[in-house]
């Protein structure tokens, strides 16, 4: 199994590798810190990945997309799971105040993910098979008061991903939106955890299973699909009060 890694440093990405590398999986990693990108290569390794590339660059450089894709199919031959997994979350009372700080999480979360989509869909249409994996989030469900940059960005993808899936159809390849709700990573450290949260381990499981049961969009764990059916049922001249 061929598997391109995108944000492959993140904790979910990381355990999504780790079941991979059991399986014996080639990887071709990308990310933008070497030393983790490093750790996390001899990681894979010793856990039974047959082969590792990787290369070092910042996600949102959508200028060297083409390229560095092109670089990773060379490497593997074939591409059978392509996984986009980076993202930040921005502060939202600074995107709303500043909006070089909205434009920075839109291009990190948005924008660099359809060029990502954009590049790894040519090969995969070529090829006649693969699966192109993207981790989006509950969050672009609705937009919500306290994180509706974020969610914006999340939603974007989530749209785009639906129209790719029907145009990747006929070619065999197979798309999937992944939306987590509450991760315990790195990403929300500063964050209060509570029984709703979910390790990297849980949504690594679930993405793995998704994508081997091509699946198309995927809400971890599955009852984040039934609060934000409820969410999104909120008549929204309640919902525009509402600071959830
Ligand atoms: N945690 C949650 O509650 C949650 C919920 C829903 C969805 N998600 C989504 O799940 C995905 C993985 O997040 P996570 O929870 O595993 O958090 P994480 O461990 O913080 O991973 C985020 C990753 O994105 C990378 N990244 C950010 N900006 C980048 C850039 N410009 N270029 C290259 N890499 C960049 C980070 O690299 P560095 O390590 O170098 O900073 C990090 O490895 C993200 O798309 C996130 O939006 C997370």
């Known amino acids: 199994m061929k598997i391109l890694l995108i944000g492959a440093t993140s904790a979910i990405a990381k355990a999504v ?8 999986a080639s990887f071709y990693l990308l990310a933008r810190n070497e030393e983790r ?48 997994c980076h993202g930040t979350l921005p502060d939202q009372e600074s995107c709303e105040s500043d909006f070089a700080q909205a434009e920075k999480a839109l291009n990190v979360n ?29 969050a672009g469900d609705r937009g919500r008061q306290p994180n509706f940059v974020y969610g914006a960005a999340k939603s974007m993808v989530s749209t785009y991903l639906q129209g790719l899936r029907g145009k990747l159809l006929p ?13 315990d990573s790195p990403m929300t450290a500063g964050f209060e955890k509570g029984p709703l949260w979910s390790t ?6 679930k993405v793995v299973r998704s994508i081997d049961s091509k699946k198309h969009t995927v809400y971890v764990p599955g009852y984040w699909r039934i609060i934000m059916a409820f969410v999104a049922s909120i008549p929204e001249f309640i919902f525009k009060r509402l600071k959830i």
Not at 200 to 205: F, R, S
């Open 37 to 84: 990108l490093k750790e996390l290569a001899d990681d894979l390794i010793v856990r039974g990945a047959a082969a590792i590339n990787s290369q070092v660059l910042d996600l949102t450089d959508t200028t060297s997309h083409a390229e560095v894709i092109q670089n990773a199919h060379k490497a593997l031959e074939e591409l059978d799971i392509a996984l986009i």
């Open 110 to 138: 948005g924008l660099s993910v359809v060029s990502l989509c954009t590049e790894v869909s040519k090969i995969l249409k070529v090829q006649g098979s693969g699966t192109l994996a993207v981790i989006t989030s509950v």
């Open 17 to 24: 590798a780790r079941i991979y590398a059991e399986r014996h």
């Open 171 to 183: 070619y065999n390849v197979h798309v999937i939106d992944i939306r987590p709700g509450l991760v």
């Open 200 to 205: 990297p381990e849980l949504v690594a499981g």
